[in-house]
């Protein structure tokens, strides 16, 4: 049966790229704003409505962006969110994920030799977290990209009990 992950990652998704991109833009407009501060300075007193009305058409302007810019990272955080599953089959675990081109992982359950449960901060906040599923092939065993297996965004309990039911596959004896 198909699993996916919490749909709480849909809106950790999206506002974490919503977040990184407004603080891009606000550090963006306060530049802008002391250098028009700079450069209107000196300006004639007849030219300032003109300013004015411009600025006015500029905050328009961002607030529409901003709105565009929500919905784009939500639409890609509901793409996420439907381009990605994993499956617990008889001998192994499938792993789909990918929008336009998808990438499917059987990872057999004789080759894992380590499961983590990552957790980042705001994945803390939104009680998210990720597991990353290790073969016996070299590489860093905290990185994400090492790993054999990657499924973000599930409730921590589903991770902790995700985590549980492959160490029982591994190790069926236990």
């Given at each position: 049966m198909k699993q996916r992950s919490s749909k709480r990652a849909i809106l950790m998704w999206t506002?974490?790229?919503?977040?990184k991109m407004l603080y891009m833009a606000a550090m963006g407009l306060f530049v802008f704003s002391i250098i028009v501060y700079f450069s209107i300075s000196g300006v004639s007193a007849g030219i300032l409505p003109?300013?004015?009305?411009g600025v006015l058409y500029l905050i328009e302007g961002l607030g529409a962006a901003i709105m565009l810019l929500f919905l784009s990272?939500?639409?890609n955080a509901w793409l996420k969110y439907f381009s990605q599953y994993f499956e617990l089959e008889p001998d192994s675990?499938?792993?789909?994920?990918?929008?336009?081109?998808?990438?499917?992982?059987?990872?057999?359950?004789?080759?894992?030799?380590?499961?983590?449960?990552?957790?980042?901060?705001?994945?803390?906040?939104?009680?998210?977290?990720?597991?990353?599923v290790f073969?016996?092939?070299?590489?860093?065993?905290?990185?994400?990209?090492?790993?054999?297996?990657?499924?973000?965004g599930l409730?921590?309990?589903?991770?902790?009990?995700?985590?549980?039911?492959?160490?029982?596959?591994?190790?069926?004896?236990?």
């Amino acid at each position: 049966m198909k699993q996916r992950s919490s749909k709480r990652a849909i809106l950790m998704w999206t506002f974490g790229g919503f977040a990184k991109m407004l603080y891009m833009a606000a550090m963006g407009l306060f530049v802008f704003s002391i250098i028009v501060y700079f450069s209107i300075s000196g300006v004639s007193a007849g030219i300032l409505p003109f300013v004015k009305i411009g600025v006015l058409y500029l905050i328009e302007g961002l607030g529409a962006a901003i709105m565009l810019l929500f919905l784009s990272f939500f639409s890609n955080a509901w793409l996420k969110y439907f381009s990605q599953y994993f499956e617990l089959e008889p001998d192994s675990i499938k792993i789909v994920q990918g929008i336009i081109e998808q990438k499917e992982s059987f990872i057999p359950y004789r080759s894992i030799t380590n499961i983590s449960i990552k957790i980042t901060v705001a994945e803390q906040v939104w009680g998210l977290a990720d597991i990353m599923v290790f073969t016996s092939s070299p590489g860093e065993k905290e990185n994400p990209s090492e790993a054999e297996g990657f499924i973000s965004g599930l409730k921590y309990d589903d991770a902790v009990a995700l985590k549980d039911e492959l160490l029982k596959k591994i190790n069926p004896e236990s």
